[in-house]
């Protein structure tokens, strides 16, 4: 590791550990419910020296990987009096994903989100209201039916898009999605007239929204700082736009209810009442948010991936040459269906690049987990618990060479992830919180490498992207230099 690197981790790692510490110390509930199995092993002392060094110089895989080896599955890092418990491999993780609420939650780990979109949505709400909100996004968003209708939109905006292009040159790849992707957002999410009107303005203000996720922000999301200050000024003025769209929705009679927006406003509760103004505002930003920041990670990182190695971008050319020949240049929802090998590709740039690398859970009440060697152990109430996505969709036992780009693992013949369990595959969470975006992240991410593929020779030019650790969401590091040269895809 070069010295750059070493102190690229230590940054990060320093900030992310004091932002572990202080957000739970925060949300600290008292420790010493009496326990009657034995609990997880600690590491404290020494051993936690040695951990802290391994992930300030080795990064956190690493970390995990020595303590996974000399503790195994389950153990407890102790600091400032604080039980972080880890639970490492899918065979444990039942409880994590699939508990009660009130025995298990997210605590207080994403308050940061709060000024970012509201307090009337997400983590601002109690959790019946939340999970009522889910079903309004999930309504919205993960229905064949709802999905259906954002294809040909989608095909419009990427087609507009690329036909800006010239013949031949060499673009950032991570920039050009990023903004063809809030195209996309902006269009399936608020409607054309928005689109059409306001992309700019729009554009430029999520930029600054942006800033919530700044670590920092993470850190301390009230504290007078430029940064928070940038993001609450963002945050008022996409309210006073988005309360303004929503008044005239709401008085005119004549609108093309296809839109996610338009799917908030008419959501009612359970108990018959509509979404306020301030709620659908703040649904709407959370969506864009989701729609557009992880899906360009997700996308570049499958880019970089596809055409660092032959044989998987000749895989989904070969793909979309057998579709143009089934179906010429049609493209609708069962066509996207068909893209077994450009879904895998994506999914597999998820497994070796999770937005999330570790998830975090708060323990309102005791639980026991059985790890696959046999040993049973009993996490106290007060505990948190931490999830190594990272670390967990690397475990050679469940995917064969992990550190190899291979999307024909999750093909039909492998399916490495469904043989390693429920829980083996984590990008877009499970159970109780998997993410509502997950089939929508796929159809347009679909549609534009479809798209790229089928019109264009691409070349990368800069070298594989490192990760940026840097980001809450780890993105490739600096621009992705990709060649590309039009092309009529040979179906012969
Ligand atoms: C590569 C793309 C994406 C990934 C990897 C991803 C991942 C995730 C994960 C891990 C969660 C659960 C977080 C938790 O446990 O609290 C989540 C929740 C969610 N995601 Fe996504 N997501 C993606 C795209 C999208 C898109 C495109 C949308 C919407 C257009 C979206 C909307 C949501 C919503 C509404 C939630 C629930 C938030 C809540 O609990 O209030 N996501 N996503």
Not at 49 to 74: C, N
Not at 97 to 120: R, T
Not at 252 to 258: C, D, G, I, M, T
Request: proline residues 4%.
């Amino acid at each position: 590791m070069d010295v750059t690197n070493s102190a690229v981790w230590f940054t990060v790692s320093f900030v992310l550990i004091a932002a572990i510490a202080i957000k739970i110390a925060k949300g600290r509930t008292m420790l010493g419910s009496r326990c009657t199995m034995p609990t997880p092993p600690v590491v404290d002392g020494i051993s936690l020296i040695r951990l802290l060094h391994l992930l300030l110089t080795k990064g956190l895989r690493a970390m995990i990987h020595d303590q996974h080896k000399s503790m195994g599955s389950v153990f407890t890092v102790s600091f400032f009096g604080i039980k972080l418990t880890f639970l490492v491999g899918p065979e444990i993780l039942s409880h994590f994903y699939q508990g009660a609420e009130s025995e298990i939650s997210h605590g207080n780990m994403l308050d940061f989100m709060v000024p970012m979109f509201g307090k009337e949505v997400g983590y601002g709400v109690d959790f019946t209201t939340r999970y009522e909100q889910i079903r309004f996004y999930s309504d919205a968003l993960a229905r064949p039916s709802k999905l259906r209708v954002h294809v040909d939109p989608m095909l419009e905006e990427v087609e507009d898009y690329f036909a800006k292009w010239g013949q031949d040159g060499i673009i950032d790849l991570k920039h050009e999605l990023g903004l063809l992707l809030m195209l996309i957002s902006s269009r399936c999410l608020l409607g054309k007239e928005v689109r059409d009107k306001m992309f700019d303005e729009i554009h430029t203000l999520f930029h600054e929204l942006d800033n919530g996720m700044h670590i920092s922000s993470v850190l301390f999301p009230y504290a007078p700082t430029p940064v928070n200050r940038r993001r609450d000024r963002a945050h008022s003025k996409l309210s006073e736009i988005f309360a303004e769209i929503v008044r005239s929705r709401r008085s005119s009679n004549q609108v093309e209810k296809k839109d996610v927006l338009q799917n908030l406003i008419d959501s009612k509760y359970k108990d018959g009442r509509s979404t306020t103004e301030r709620e659908v505002i703040g649904m709407i930003m959370l969506l864009l948010f989701g729609g557009k920041h992880n899906s360009t990670v997700a996308g570049t990182w499958t880019g970089a991936h596809l055409l660092n190695c032959a044989r998987s971008v000749a895989a989904v050319v070969e793909e979309q040459k057998q579709l143009v020949r089934k179906y010429g240049n049609h493209v609708d929802y069962n066509v996207l269906l068909e893209m077994d090998t450009l879904h895998c590709s994506i999914k597999e740039a998820l497994r070796m690049h999770p937005p999330a690398a570790i998830f975090f859970r708060k323990v309102h009440k005791n639980f026991t987990v059985q790890t696959k060697e046999g040993h049973e152990y009993e996490i106290p109430r007060g505990h948190t618990i931490a999830s190594p996505i990272l670390f967990n969709s690397n475990l050679p036992h469940i995917y064969k060479d992990p550190d190899v780009y291979d999307p024909s693992r999750f093909g039909r013949e492998r399916q490495e992830d469904k043989i390693g369990g429920k829980f083996a595959y984590a990008a877009f969470s499970c159970g109780r919180h998997t993410c509502v975006g997950e089939a929508y992240t796929y159809m347009q991410i679909k549609v534009v490498w479809s798209y790229l593929l089928r019109n264009f020779e691409l070349k990368l030019i800069s070298p594989f992207p490192e990760t940026d650790w840097g980001k809450l969401v780890p993105e490739p590091k600096g621009k992705v230099m990709v060649g590309y040269k039009r092309r009529q895809l040979p179906i012969t």
